[in-house]
């Protein structure tokens, strides 16, 4: 029986986040063993279920202007433009590392030419705390050289100081825009360290079809079943059906013409290969592998169900 389901999905492909520094540190984590020589990391999509939209969710901009008056317009305008927007300023780079080291943002705009510490040595800083938190140099003595040093440190977006309301409106822009992306990269690490918990510990069955076909399984939903990951991989998830309406629920959630947007709940009697009957449930959303929809999701045994459920 397919349940509705009242998440929304948003989805990153991998490519999208193998610019971070997150991923310089960190293998792909789902993806192991033979399932990795069969995945490609710029055409897979990983569903991210989430509540509510980002849209109108609060942006948090951290503002560092040694110029009073600069830094007083800066929060006026950026508020006035986008009310998403709250900003919080400060003169100096080190009230600024404070307010990073004790609240939370997801952005920092800065000038460059700042006594002390200049906008590039506060970006290698907090390039050295937070290795993607969003950076935009803001900055009233531009050049090419500037921007190229910015660029190499790992800036987000470099833009100069303009004399209108304008500079302020594509500068609230590119916030959100680069806030947006973060929170993407943050969702998508969320989420495959969720799936790598699961495919790791063994603790639920986790799957991705397409075409009507297992194209991978982990050793826990073959274990469910009593079939070896090889037997089930290649075969259509009708396999592990017990009735046809069973199996008639599971080709209405897991069929070929997913949407990446799509989520899917599905509760049905599986049989095992041994014949006997289990009650499970599954989740998941649509994907995108190499041109193809298809779908990733994870499975449980059910404990309050009429099947026959016997096994452990």
Not at 73 to 80: Q, S, V
Not at 191 to 200: D, F, I, P, R, S
Not at 270 to 291: L, P, S, T
Request: aromatic content about 8%.
């Amino acid at each position: 029986m397919i349940q509705p389901t009242s998440e929304t999905a948003a989805t990153v492909t991998l490519s999208q986040v193998l610019s971070s520094r997150r991923a310089e540190q960190e293998a792909t984590p789902l993806l192991r063993s033979g399932m990795s020589e069969c995945v490609d990391n710029d055409v897979i999509d990983i569903p991210l279920p989430v509540a509510g939209t980002d849209q109108d969710d609060p942006i948090r901009v951290l503002h560092v202007d040694d110029d009073p008056h600069y830094g007083e317009l800066t929060k006026t305008c950026l508020e006035r433009v986008d009310e998403a927007l709250t900003v919080v300023e400060e003169k100096t780079v080190v009230e600024a590392l404070t307010q990073l080291d004790e609240g939370e943002f997801d952005c920092v705009v800065s000038d460059y030419d700042m006594p002390n510490t200049d906008g590039i040595d506060f970006l290698e800083i907090v390039r050295e705390r937070h290795p993607d938190l969003p950076f935009i140099l803001f900055t009233g003595k531009g050049s090419e050289e500037i921007a190229s040093e910015a660029i190499s440190k790992g800036v987000t977006d470099y833009m100069q100081k303009g004399g209108s309301t304008d500079s302020y409106e594509v500068l609230a822009n590119r916030v959100r825009n680069a806030v947006e992306q973060y929170r993407s990269q943050k969702r998508f690490w969320n989420a495959l360290t969720w799936y790598q918990h699961l495919v790791e510990q063994d603790i639920a069955g986790v799957f991705i079809v397409q075409n009507e076909e297992f194209i991978y399984v982990n050793q826990r939903l073959a274990d469910l079943f009593g079939y070896a990951q090889s037997d089930l991989v290649g075969d259509t998830p009708r396999t592990i059906a017990s009735r046809p309406a069973d199996e008639a629920d599971i080709r209405d959630a897991l069929g070929a013409d997913h949407d990446v947007t799509d989520t899917f709940r599905v509760e049905f009697t599986g049989q095992r290969a041994d014949g006997i009957e289990i009650a499970v449930e599954a989740h998941g959303g649509g994907i995108n592998y190499e041109g193809e929809p298809g779908c990733i999701g994870v499975l449980w045994r059910r404990h309050h169900s009429g099947a026959t459920d016997e096994t452990d």
